[in-house]
């Protein structure tokens, strides 16, 4: 019973990698095989968590024929779709590595960047990818460019794209940290206001060759403007104080 949660849950690892899933099945099979291809040469003990978001299209199905192949991966499964915020809770609510990897299932991100990011969590709690070269469509690329511009106004930011969900965080990043739905877009601001270290590096990025994209104009632009004036009210009232002296 190698993935009961029982028998998982208890061993800690070195690096889990938590994947959102919802209908990226004809995606799972290649992206299996390039985690395996990036992490296995790097010797360490790891878990890949698929957690599946409610998926139609069979993907779940396909991840438990994949474990019997792979070890290394378990599935969390949602009875309905739930968002990408919660899938990314679900799965660090389980994850038993002291690095926590974020990905997309798509292979927009390529697990071979995986490395690069784990050598930088060496020096910082928190590694953000960077996809200096976007390969979406143009309206894509140029909303995800107004996004950032006024994400980083409003919040007072300097991560150059905080939509890349290619990010190493240290497991203690997320101790404090309550998550409501759309807060994945933020995680580099939430950790930074619980004082830890935030860096970024350049990742690659492809364009998505099967399924489709889950966001458009309305539910990525304008409730992530929301959300952003939620952060920004955070920010703003966030408690801070000195203690000088106490009995
Ligand atoms: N995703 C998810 N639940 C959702 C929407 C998206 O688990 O409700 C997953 C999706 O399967 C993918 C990742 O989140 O692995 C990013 O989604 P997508 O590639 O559609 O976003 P885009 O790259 O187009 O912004
Ligand atoms: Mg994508």
């Known amino acids: 019973m190698i993935n009961s949660p029982e028998s998982t849950e208890s061993k800690a690892l070195e690096i889990s990698i938590v994947i959102p899933i919802y209908n990226e099945r004809e995606n799972l099979t290649l992206l299996d095989e390039k985690i395996t291809q990036s992490i296995k040469p790097l010797k360490k003990e790891y878990e890949v968590i698929l957690v599946d978001d409610g998926s139609v299209d069979g993907s779940a199905d396909l991840i438990r024929k994949l474990k019997n192949g792979n070890p290394h991966l378990r599935l969390i499964r949602f009875g309905r779709n739930h968002g990408q915020t919660a899938a990314f809770a679900a799965g660090f609510s389980k994850a038993r590595g002291n690095i926590i990897v974020t990905m997309d299932a798509d292979l927009q991100n390529d697990p071979a960047d995986i490395p690069l990011l784990l050598e930088k969590i060496n020096e910082y709690d928190v590694v953000c990818g960077w996809r200096h070269k976007r390969n979406d469509p143009w309206i894509k690329k140029l909303s995800s460019k107004i996004a950032n511009a006024v994400r980083n106004a409003l919040s007072e930011e300097c991560i150059a794209d905080t939509g890349c969900s290619l990010k190493a965080f240290r497991r203690t990043c997320f101790k404090n940290i309550k998550l409501y739905n759309g807060m994945h877009r933020f995680f580099p601001t939430l950790m930074k206001m619980e004082g830890f ?13 099967h399924g489709y994209s889950k966001y458009n104009i309305r ?3 304008f409730a992530s403007f929301k959300d952003l004036l939620a952060i920004r009210w955070m920010k703003k009232r966030q408690i801070n104080y000195d203690i000088i002296e106490e009995d």
Do not use: A, E
């Open 197 to 209: 270290s935030v860096t970024q590096v350049k990742v690659g990025h492809y364009p998505r060759m």
């Open 219 to 221: 539910n990525r632009l």
